[in-house]
């Protein structure tokens, strides 16, 4: 008996796998679908829905079908002769794949991958694990059986075979519109974060809440979630002083929180990978630096709505959850604000007892992609640009600095002074996050000081739009 093995083939994603056969004078047994031993050889963990057997007679003939969905194909009893053909976009359009298949064997077929197979044997069971459940009437991609550059080579001539009139009609390839993969939805587009990730990731799709309010229901229920692998929630409600009225509070808990418990549960069902932002205001600042196994103690509205949407997305199995902080973009933030005081003339009063790191939002896109790109764990990341902890006094001193000011302009006051006779939600006083977990992916942060001096020359001319 040999032992179960993972074999890769011509066609990317589509793998062979060799089952161990366990044979006596009984007969055989054979562990047909075994999700953890599978997986730790390297068999995407799919997530099938629906299990079909087909039992045909010698010759019959079906395919080359590539429905939208990813299918674990097996040979219960007999065999088969079993073929297939990449329909994706991209390069290896058209590859093409063939074996035999008995009970000793099963193949892995990603979703835009044609399938094809012919019976061998009288009353061969022809098994199949599928992810999506298939629906009456809609028509799936399909491709000719007797295509001349797939050149399947059909151990029993089509003409002598049982095909249905229906594959009979299939199109050869030069007529096929090639499986484009499914995309990368950004939502929040318009936001500071958004822009920079619609920059960092070219292919996506961003769209921001006008087009799809994470907080409907109906509007979520309607949306095509089936064209999407990766979905980037960088949405959220970041009004912390006004999260602390009535109102603010129905809204913060909205979208911090009940859209992600949403977005999650779309996640598990449509398998995309969930990308999600979190922040430091879901910790009371006592600890330094935070790690990304610390647990949640937050201060305010906000940091408590965001830390329940972060329980609902760490339930999902695939997910980034990209904790962050001192977040500045294409957008309103501290430092456009300091620059806008330095250039009118201010001098400000900042607070020096509240400290953390600047984070850029084309260095957190930046962040995102790499762990896309590199496929690195699923969990929690801290991500901010990198070097020594700086207090929001020390930020603006160097902002007043770099336009031509005197940071003396700039005044430290506490905390407590400055909120003084002001309605204001409670702020950490510590929000250094732990860069190690994320370094150790390989991902090399920009240092803070360079990166706010790249910004604030890209943002000269611009600080008070």
Request: hydrophobic content about 40%; overall charge negative.
């Given at each position: ?53 087909a039992?045909?007679r ?30 994706r ?15 000793a ?47 399947i ?11 249905s009139?229906?594959?009979l009609?299939n ?22 974060l ?11 799709r ?11 229901a ?23 002083d ?64 965001k ?19 001192w ?139």
């Amino acid at each position: 008996m040999t032992a179960l093995a993972i074999e890769e083939t011509p066609i990317p994603g589509l793998l062979l796998l060799r089952l161990p056969m366990h044979e006596d004078a009984r007969g055989w047994f054979k562990e047909s679908w075994h999700r953890e031993k599978m997986t730790a050889l390297g068999l995407p963990d799919f997530a099938p829905v629906q299990s079909n057997v087909a039992l045909s007679r010698l010759g019959a003939t079906r395919g080359v079908h590539a429905e939208p969905w990813d299918k674990y194909v097996s040979v219960s009893r007999g065999r088969v002769f079993a073929a297939w053909v990449d329909l994706r976009e991209g390069p290896t359009f058209g590859a093409t794949f063939h074996c035999e298949q008995g009970p000793a064997t099963a193949v892995f077929v990603p979703r835009g991958v044609g399938n094809a197979y012919q019976v061998l044997e009288d009353d061969s069971a022809y098994a199949y694990l599928v992810n999506e459940h298939w629906r009456a009437g809609t028509t799936y991609p399909a491709l000719s059986l007797t295509d001349p550059d797939a050149a399947i080579p059909w151990p029993i001539p089509l003409d002598a075979a049982e095909v249905s009139a229906k594959d009979l009609l299939n199109p050869t390839l030069d007529r096929v519109t090639p499986i484009p993969p499914r995309r990368t939805l950004v939502i929040g587009g318009r936001g500071q974060l958004g822009q920079a990730l619609t920059a960092a990731i070219p292919t996506a799709r961003a769209v921001d809440l006008d087009e799809l309010d994470v907080t409907d229901a109906e509007q979520l229920a309607a949306w095509a979630w089936q064209d999407y692998d990766v979905v980037v929630n960088a949405a959220a409600y970041t009004a912390v002083d006004a999260a602390e009225t009535t109102t603010g509070r129905q809204h913060a808990w909205a979208l911090n929180a009940s859209a992600p418990v949403a977005l999650a549960a779309l996640a598990c069902r449509h398998r995309f990978a969930l990308v999600h932002y979190s922040t430091d205001y879901v910790f009371d600042g006592t600890h330094s630096p935070h790690d990304e196994e610390e647990p949640v103690t937050p201060l305010g509205v906000y940091g408590q709505s965001k830390a329940a949407g972060d329980l609902a997305v760490r339930c999902v199995q695939r997910h980034y959850l990209i904790r962050t902080g001192w977040l500045c973009g294409d957008g309103h933030n501290f430092v456009r604000t300091i620059t806008r005081m330095a250039e009118a003339g201010d001098r400000p009063q900042v607070v020096d007892d509240q400290i953390g790191r600047l984070t850029f939002a084309d260095e957190l896109a930046r962040a995102t992609r790499h762990l896309l790109d590199t496929r690195a764990a699923y969990g929690t990341y801290n991500c901010t640009n990198a070097g020594p902890a700086m207090s929001w006094f020390e930020v603006a001193r160097r902002v007043f600095e770099y336009c031509g000011r005197s940071p003396a302009d700039v005044t430290p006051v506490s905390t407590t002074h400055y909120t003084e006779g002001k309605s204001t939600a409670h702020r950490p006083t510590n929000s250094v996050l732990d860069l190690a977990k994320l370094e150790a992916t390989g991902f090399v942060p920009e240092d803070a000081r360079a990166a706010l001096q790249r910004y604030l020359g890209s943002h000269a001319t611009g600080a008070s739009r």
